[in-house]
DNA sequence: TGTACATCAGTGAACGCGCGTTCACTGATGTAC
DNA sequence: TGTACATCAGTGAACGCGCGTTCACTGATGTAC
């Protein structure tokens, strides 16, 4: 089951492979998105994810500006890998019900698909949202998820929808997703880095489903 | 105005002086309080911290373990600083109005503490609660601000005056300052850290107050 | 179709860096007599 | 009060570490003729 050499560009299924490695590009990529998923981000080595890709350390020079660049390219990953834990929750909805239990149960989706990601992929969640980091620019395709959106994304759309299912005054809406955010990620923290770290995830379920209590009832 | 060799003990004022530097364990301390409030934990370094005091690097391993041992004593003494953050916000609170009036100022202060602190003390605030942190022991002395209280206990008293205020029903009252705690110590981090980073002071302030009017009819 | 050449992905070796930590020491102090 | 001794805070030199990054290279590939 040797590679036979493509003809002039072939191999037809990687979008564009590179010539010796095969996409050298690509496994450094994933091996940086499996050291952050193991140690999060200052776990993205440089010289660690040339030994995984089986390659010289300063190949990586080909294809990264440096170890700053790869591990920014890791963290755009990881966010989309977030957008994606929400998706699978908000795809886990019924679709019974009127526009507001609809639109409660969204936004219920999108956060606990944020601490579902937190507690299950603590390391990428460290990478994505653990140190410094900024919004992505609007529709960038790296940190989007299947459906296009990034995770911030997704909660603004879950607030456009409380909005307009009438549960959320509209004059409240300008910077509410900062709060609900604030509010989620907080316990987030809380949960894999603080005092919370060792509580039984059906404790951490509890406090989350308090804790959005509070955010629709207070928001 | 050259020291004057001690006695017998002497030198009267710091409780207990060593004897070459004077108290290399304390200088040791405080340089290290400098790193972290410059460059957060990371930057707590025993090499750095030695070379402040004027000090051969391994003079360290006199007084503390190791360089685990040192970030550790500067962590506690950061979370002191907060408590005494959270303190002064308290002082400054009008002692007029009714028990319920006071209950809620009290806790909108320690919630604007910990903010105030994030935001003005930027790396004591990420080296006492940026990375993973414990809950010290109820009443280490060495977390405790003037009152002798840690911020957690601050924030459990004050959810203890709500209660005796009638504003919280105290069958909430468990666990509640965790819910309390995430809100805060997400607005925290998304505005040292995160995508609010850029923020002037009095719009943060704006936030922190809605997010305040958000946990108190939440909770 | 066959040969000469240009490209550029990956190599191999080496750098300087500052770190934490260990070793055997020295010399000012406090204490026993 | 004066001398001999023990203590132990701080010294000086050295270690190994893995890191990111730079250099001049080599050799498989794609392309021009």
């Known amino acids: ?11 037809a299924v990687p979008a564009r492979g590179s ?14 998105l499996a050291l952050a998923a193991e140690g999060g981000p200052e776990a993205v ?22 170890r700053q660049d790869l591990l920014e390219a890791v963290r755009r990953a990881a966010v989309a890998a977030m957008a994606e834990g929400m998706e699978a929750q908000m795809a886990a909805l019924a ?9 409660r149960a969204r936004l219920r989706a999108v956060g606990a698909g944020y601490l579902r990601f937190a507690r299950t992929q603590t390391g990428l969640f460290r990478t994505a ?8 620019s609007s529709g960038d395709p790296d940190t989007a998820g299947r459906s296009g959106m990034d995770p911030f994304q997704h ?7 409380l909005v307009a299912a009438g549960l ?7 910077g509410a997703e900062f709060l609900a955010w604030s509010t989620v990620h907080g316990l987030a923290l809380l949960v894999i880095d603080g005092p919370l ?21 207070g928001l």
Chains 1, 2 share one sequence.
């Not at 994810?49 to 294809?63: C, D, E, F, Q």
């Not at 039984?200 to 509070?214: F, K, N």
């Open 45 to 66: 080595v440089l010289r660690e994810a040339t030994r995984r890709a089986g390659v010289a350390p300063n190949a990586a020079y080909r294809h990264f500006a440096g």
């Open 95 to 103: 679709q019974a019900g009127d526009a507001a239990q609809q639109a």
């Open 129 to 136: 949202f653990g140190g410094s980091f900024t919004l992505a």
């Open 1 to 11: 089951m040797e590679n036979r050499r493509p003809s002039s560009r072939a191999k």
């Open 168 to 174: 959320l005054p509209a004059a409240r809406r300008p």
């Open 19 to 32: 010539y010796r490695h095969g996409d050298l590009r690509r496994a450094l990529l994933e091996a940086g």
């Open 197 to 217: 770290r060792g509580l039984a995830p059906e404790q951490v379920d509890g406090l989350a489903q308090r804790l959005l209590d509070m955010v629709e009832r």
């Open 155 to 161: 909660l603004g759309h879950a607030l456009d929808l």
